[in-house]
């Protein structure tokens, strides 16, 4: 098992009306290869934006991202560096992300034109990637609106797979689709990290279908991750009040009447945090001390990461019940 | 009597090569203070569905067959007609609560005004009206809440605030189309409560259209699957989703990433895309991509098949008919 990427205590802010707002602060994780790491938290939490931070859109304010052991540098306008061709994004909206104007084809073959491929067997190697992707090879000729969003969203995977990327960063690459593309579209990217070794940070806010393509989840919480570990852990024995909430909110299509659980407040905003445990205004186990000290990541006995004060380093979970 | 009773529903649409039906056929009711929901995938006529309850068409679509509210044939009412009907007898709430709301007036001019246009009441008592509702859907603070505008609220929050707009002439019937798929998880389960707490209160009548499985099993009381216009599987909430019976149905609960094999990354999936407006296949809608299909599938438009007085399918063939344990899944 090979690591891939590194994220450093990555921080990120954006200017709003002359106010820094800090999306993400302080953010550990690594990415192995041939890993699917599911990344979920509400809407607002700072999960796009620490995608754009790892692949380089966006320059952290603090830590580093190192991506096959070089540190990843801000994107400029000119050409992407050779070595970080390997690292791409999928982003959350397939609509926006390709050109309306150009020819799907000549979108793909793009990146290989620039690696220097002539262009004749460019856009063979792009109808190559299109039949990879389960779209047919004419589709090259045609242009984005001519197809569904399921399709797009395709498209938009064939043309990062172009630039054989041995990490992806996938940014709710199927929330837009419907239930059938999407197991369609979350079958294409499991094979993908099979059959070329890669990376994958899937980006999400469901957790039901997060849980059934992921080795390993992290859990955001404005900012911060609040629990990481692998899929068994973090689905049958949530240690962060906020995972156990998640979990808890999720409807069953099962048929019986059971009521998913809501969990009342607001999704926090990054401009203004709350003090001590940033859950600690929605938190329904907060202690008085929540509301000052802000709990750290602990490593658990069964090797997870948490912070929250109710869980003790080196000790196995305590189980967490909310009501 | 049912509060709706749709019959043979079609609504043909202009699209660029011609009329096209996105509704054919459809055929369904709703009871007092029953909670309906619709599911099927994109383009499967949800939308143009509930619009024709409400007259809202698109430019140059029509509605034919039969639409009874309340005893009345609505489907043949005039444009003044529709709009008494709206907001009064009939409301609707969409994925994007904007729809419904201005983003620079005040929640309470919004309220106070949609009141008295409908209600004729004073000013005062419109006032106190709003405050109810807002306390009805459950925003904190009703009298802070409104001074402001509705971009000031979150998602979850504004969407409280479309249906307390959608409530505030106590219609009998409120269709939801997608209410909770903009949200988070954790702000739909409190929608999903919220319209519980208001049939349970009200007696409302719900028409819900999403296409997630889940919120339709804590919601509803029955479910109607749709595809390509067409009506293919309806019954209790229970029974369909346990006991699903059309291919189609069956289908899209196996995709559920709940319900794949236990030990493997892949869901299981419908092969192929839904069939775009103006290119429905023929016969069943659904042959080109149903592993059960025959020769005979092709030709003849499925006739119902009732399996008990609740569940019926559109599918002649009845692949199922041996399947008799609840809960099971291909
Ligand atoms: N104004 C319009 N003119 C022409 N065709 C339209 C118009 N609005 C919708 N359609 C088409 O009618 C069909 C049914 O649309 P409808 O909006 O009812 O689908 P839906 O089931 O609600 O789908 P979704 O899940 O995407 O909301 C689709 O093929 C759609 O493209
Ligand atoms: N371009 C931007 N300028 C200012 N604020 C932004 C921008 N993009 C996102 N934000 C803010 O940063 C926070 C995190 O956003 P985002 O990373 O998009 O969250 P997520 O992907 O988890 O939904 C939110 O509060 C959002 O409003
Ligand atoms: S640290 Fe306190 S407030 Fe934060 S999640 Fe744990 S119990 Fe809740
Ligand atoms: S009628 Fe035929 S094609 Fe349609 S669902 Fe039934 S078996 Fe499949
Ligand atoms: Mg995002
Ligand atoms: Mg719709």
Not at chain 1, 111 to 127: C, F, Q, T
Not at chain 1, 169 to 186: F, H, N, R
């Amino acid at each position: 098992m090979k690591e891939i990427l590194n994220i450093k205590n990555v921080s990120v802010e954006y200017d709003r009306h002359g106010r820094k707002v800090r999306a993400v602060a302080g953010v550990d994780l690594t990415l192995n290869s041939g890993e699917i790491l599911g990344l979920v938290g509400e809407s607002g939490c700072g999960k796009s934006t620490l995608g754009k931070a790892i692949v380089g859109i966006l320059a952290p304010v603090t830590g580093e991202v190192v991506f096959d052991g070089e540190k990843v540098k801000k994107l400029t306008r000119g050409k992407r560096p050779e070595h970080f061709r390997n690292l791409q994004m999928i982003f959350q909206d397939p609509y926006g992300s390709l050109n309306p104007r150009r020819k799907i084809g000549v979108q793909i073959a793009d990146g290989l034109i620039v690696a220097g491929m002539p262009k004749k067997l460019a856009l063979l190697k792009a109808a190559d990637l299109l039949e990879k992707v389960g779209l047919p090879r004419n589709a090259v000729d045609r242009f984005a609106h001519q197809f569904s969003g399921g399709q797009r969203q395709r498209i938009s995977i064939a043309r990062a797979l172009a630039a054989a990327p041995t990490a992806i960063i996938a940014d709710e690459p199927i929330s837009a689709l419907d239930t059938s593309s999407q197991a369609q579209v979350a079958n294409l990217l499991v094979n993908l990290v099979d059959e070329f070794d890669m990376g994958m940070v899937f980006i999400s806010h469901d957790l039901s279908i997060v849980r059934r393509i992921s080795d390993r989840v992290a859990v955001m919480y404005l900012g911060k991750i609040v629990e990481v570990g692998t899929v068994d852990q973090i689905w049958n024995n949530p240690s962060h009040p906020y995972t156990r909430a998640l979990i808890s909110a999720i409807p069953h299509a099962d048929g019986t009447s059971f009521m998913p659980q809501d969990l009342p407040g607001d999704v926090p905003n990054p401009m203004s945090p709350p003090s001590g445990c940033r859950f600690h205004p929605r938190c329904p186990l907060a202690k008085e001390e929540c509301k000052t000290q802000e709990p750290g990541l602990r490593k658990l006995g069964d090797g997870r990461d948490v912070a929250c004060v109710l869980q003790t380093a080196g000790n196995q979970p305590v189980t967490i019940t909310l009501n | 009597m049912n509060l709706l009773t749709v019959e043979n529903l079609t609504v043909t649409l202009a699209t660029g090569s011609g009329d096209a039906q996105a509704v054919r056929n459809l055929s369904f009711n709703v009871g007092h203070g029953e909670i309906l929901g619709v599911a099927g995938e994109s383009g499967s006529g949800k939308t143009m569905t509930a619009l024709s309850m409400l007259g809202l068409l698109p430019y140059k679509g029509k509605a034919s067959g039969s639409i009874k509210f309340d005893g009345r044939e609505i489907l043949t009412s005039s444009k003044r007609e529709y709009r008494d009907l709206r907001g009064k007898e009939i409301a609707m709430i969409f994925q994007d609560p904007m729809t419904s709301l201005h983003p620079m007036l005040t929640v309470e001019v919004q309220l106070t005004e949609h009141l008295r246009h409908h209600r004729k009441v004073s000013k005062d008592a419109a006032r106190n009206s709003a405050l109810e509702l807002l306390a009805t859907v459950k925003i904190p603070e009703p009298a802070a809440a409104l001074r402001a505008h509705p971009s000031q609220f979150s998602g979850g929050m504004r969407q409280r605030i479309a249906i307390a707009m959608a409530l505030a002439c106590e219609p009998k019937l409120l269709i939801a189309d997608e209410p909770t798929t903009a949200l988070d998880v954790t702000v739909q389960a409190g929608i999903l409560k919220l319209l519980h707490q208001l049939r349970k209160e009200r007696n409302l009548s719900v028409m819900v259209i999403t296409h997630d499985l889940g919120v339709l099993s804590s919601l509803t009381d029955r479910i109607m699957i749709m595809y390509a216009g067409s009506e293919v599987e309806s019954g209790l909430t229970t029974d369909l989703l346990r006991n699903p019976r059309h291919p189609y149905t069956k289908g899209l609960i196996a995709a559920l990433p709940g319900n794949s094999a236990s030990n493997s990354k892949n869901l299981l999936s419908i092969d192929g895309m839904p069939p775009e407006l103006g290119n429905f296949p023929t016969g069943c809608a659904f042959h080109t991509r149903c592993n059960y299909a025959k020769e005979s599938c092709k030709g003849a438009i499925p006739e119902v098949t009732n399996l008990n007085s609740t569940h019926r399918i559109f599918c002649p063939i009845n692949p199922f008919s041996e399947v008799t344990s609840a809960g099971s899944q291909s």
